[in-house]
Every structure is written in structure tokens, then in C-alpha cells.
């Protein structure tokens, strides 16, 4: 029985290079079809009429439907792509899924390199190689030096990686139930990528392939780079924090994702808030009660992680516990200018000295990340043209 691989590219934006998206998967139709795989790609129009994207005689024309492209409409009113990519989903028969941005592309060669992993290894997922719009291959997730034929959660940092970019099976989807989160504009991804981590079969990553490519080319008016109120950012975490997997993880499965989530997602917010010009005519970017929101969701996840997080750095702990009592947008940057100017103690040793070479601490992050060097966790070949 042959085996098919679908790649589903929503799309929300005519102006977006999917013409690109397409050509990247069906260049790899003959490679894989050699080994008895059928690829087809789904373009799902997001809240777009059926004739809106480029049409035959333009530049960016697209391959017609039925020449392995299957063109669908789906219309939910919510800029975001959890519903279009849940609609593919439903649809969908082939053995795997492969979820593209419209911006984004598949290096040539990629889709054979890990449909190969996976089948060698029974893999639920196969986690891309990310290639990064600077050309450099992400460093994540924190997978050890010794290149683990199966990932670990908790050994090979699984949480550090928010979204699914690679190869899933889709039958291991369905009996975990993934889906993307729906009704929120951003983060739709980070709560069903974690379960499909912590919850699901074997996970891989295919050492030297292909990579999955990252580009600039969304435009400026793509949801993720604006600033909303915490509230509204934070939507995503407040799925997560209810749901009932996390809740009966262990303690340490719930650190390692608490860590992730105040380190990454939270000095991340609060950073880009301290940076931000303050301009008239907008919601402040920072008042009481942000500051009071920021407190209540951090002590939150402190207590999904059991009180207390030990692998924290100084610097990390020292921001998000001062920000809960910074009423004005001036505070915010002051605090935001310590954390910078902490230094490499404060950045590299936690608050309880013992802890500093903890699994997850920064510490033990960036010596671990020499070695990973050195044996070639993240090589992959040259980019594409």
C-alpha cells in the first residue's frame, strides 16, 4: 500500500509568495514517488474569496487544481491559522502532514529526508531542521550532543521548540487528539505542539537534512509582530495552564514548560514592551494593569510548576518578579535595563547556587551548546538558492 505525504499551506493574504510554498513541495513529487510516497499539496484560502490569489498569465501564477493541488476555502472570520489548518486536517487521508507557512518554503530534498526518519524509526513526528531568514539552522530544541535516535522530553528540551514544522503522522494526531487552538491570534500552535512532544509516540530529528526555511517576506502587517495587551498575547497560555495533560504531568515536565514559557514567551513580552515607543492613540503598553495581569498569569505558572522553578537564572527571576509591581511603562524600562546589564553572572547562575547546572538551566544550556557543536547536532546542507 503506498504511503502520501500532504503539505498544507493556509492562506490569508493574496500578496504572499505561495506560488513559492507550492513549487518547494512539488519539486520533491518524483524523488519521493521512487519510493512508492504520493505527495499532494492543500492550499486552504483563509477568509479569501476562490479567485483572489494570482491567476494564469500573472507572475506569480499558481499551478492549476488537480496538478497535485487541491485549492479549499474556508471561512471563520479569525485572523489566525488554527482554523484552516484544522480544516485540512479533518479532510485529510494521507499517511502524513506537513504544515507550510505561505511566507515560508521546503529546502529541496527535505521531504524524502524525513519521511526516511520516520519510517526507520515509527516516528509520530520529525521535527525540521529550522533555517532561520539570517540562513542559520535553529538551535533548537536542546537536543543533546550525543544525537539521540529518539528525542526525550525533558533530555532533549522538547518544549523549547513552539511549533510543528516538520513531518507528522497523521494517525498519531488523531489518536492524541491534535488540533490547533482556535479563536485566539496567536500561540495557536504552542499548546497541541507540547502534548504532540510530551504525549504522542517517538519523537526525531533527521541529523544533516534539509531544513525547513524561514523567510521575511510575510509583509508588515503579519499578527505575531504586533502588541497587544497581555490578555490578548497571552490567550494561548491560558488554554494551556487549563488543560487537563499539563495538570497531571509530572513536576518535572511541568518545570520544564514553566521555565520555557516565563523564560521565552514572558521576558519576551516584557522586553519587547520596554522597547517599544509608547506612541499616542494606542492602549498604554504598559500600566497597572498589565502589571497586575503579568503578576497573577506569572504566579500561575509558578504554581504549574510546583512553586518554584530551581533552573531559573538571576536575571530572569529578578524581571519577572519585579515587573508585578511596576505600575508605570518608565518602570518597565528601568527593570528592562538591569536584566541587560546584569551581566554574565546574572545571566548564567540561578538564585540557589547548587541549581546552576541544572538540566534546564542557562549554564548548563550554553556549555552543553559548545558540544552540540562540535558533534553536529545542526548541520544540515548548504540553503537553497
Not at 527535505?110 to 540562513?135: F, H
Not at 530544541?141 to 532533549?156: A, E, M
Not at 514548560?257 to 513580552?269: D, S
Not at 522553578?309 to 538591569?338: C, F, K, M, V, Y
Request: some cysteine; aromatic content about 6%.
Amino acid at each position: 500500500m503506498r504511503q502520501s505525504i500532504e503539505v498544507v499551506i493556509p492562506v490569508h493574504d493574496p500578496a504572499r509568495p505561495v506560488a513559492r510554498g507550492i513549487a518547494s513541495a512539488l519539486d520533491q513529487r518524483s524523488a519521493l514517488a521512487v519510493r512508492g510516497v504520493d505527495l499532494h499539496v492543500t492550499v486552504v484560502l483563509h477568509n479569501l474569496a476562490a479567485d483572489s490569489l494570482p491567476q494564469p498569465g500573472s507572475a506569480a501564477e499558481l499551478p492549476a487544481s488537480g496538478d497535485g493541488v487541491t485549492y479549499l476555502t474556508h471561512a471563520d472570520g479569525v485572523a489566525s491559522p488554527a482554523g484552516p489548518r484544522n480544516y485540512a486536517l479533518s479532510r485529510s487521508d494521507a499517511t502524513y502532514l506537513s504544515f507550510l507557512d505561505s511566507d515560508d518554503y521546503l529546502e529541496p530534498g527535505s521531504l524524502l529526508s524525513w519521511w526516511q526518519v520516520a519510517e526507520k524509526r515509527s516516528a509520530a513526528a520529525v521535527i525540521a531542521p529550522l533555517r532561520t531568514p539570517s540562513g542559520h539552522i535553529l538551535g533548537s530544541p536542546r537536543i543533546r550532543p550525543s544525537k539521540p535516535r529518539v528525542l526525550h522530553p525533558l533530555r532533549d528540551g522538547l518544549a523549547y521548540r513552539s511549533v510543528p514544522y516538520g513531518l507528522l503522522r497523521r494517525e498519531s494526531l488523531l489518536a492524541l487528539g491534535f488540533g490547533y487552538t482556535e479563536g485566539i491570534l496567536t500561540g495557536e500552535d504552542i499548546e497541541p505542539t507540547l502534548r504532540l512532544w510530551f504525549r504522542s509516540g517517538a519523537i526525531c530529528y533527521p541529523y544533516g537534512a534539509p531544513a525547513y526555511r524561514q523567510t521575511d517576506d510575510s509583509g508588515p502587517d503579519r499578527v505575531t509582530s504586533s502588541i497587544r495587551p497581555l490578555r490578548q498575547e497571552f490567550a494561548w497560555l491560558e488554554h494551556l495552564l487549563d488543560t487537563d495533560w499539563l495538570r497531571r504531568a509530572s513536576t518535572s515536565e511541568r518545570r520544564a514548560i514553566a521555565h520555557k514559557v516565563l523564560r521565552v514567551h514572558g521576558v519576551g513580552a516584557l522586553l519587547r514592551r520596554a522597547d517599544a515607543p509608547d506612541s499616542p492613540g494606542r492602549p498604554p503598553l504598559w500600566d497597572p494593569e498589565e502589571s497586575r495581569y503579568w503578576r497573577e498569569v506569572a504566579d500561575r505558572v509558578l504554581s504549574l510548576a510546583g512553586g518554584s522553578i530551581p533552573s531559573i537564572s538571576r536575571r530572569d527571576r529578578a524581571l519577572i518578579g519585579a515587573a508585578g509591581s511596576a505600575g508605570e511603562l518608565q518602570q518597565l524600562r528601568t527593570l528592562a535595563a538591569d536584566y541587560r546589564g546584569s551581566g554574565r553572572m546574572g545571566a548564567l547562575l540561578t538564585p540557589r547556587l547548587r541549581d546552576s547546572l541544572s538540566r534546564d538551566s542557562t549554564l548548563r544550556h550554553y556549555l552543553t551548546e559548545r558540544v552540540r557543536a562540535t558533534t553536529g547536532v545542526f548541520t544540515a546542507p548548504p540553503a537553497a538558492p
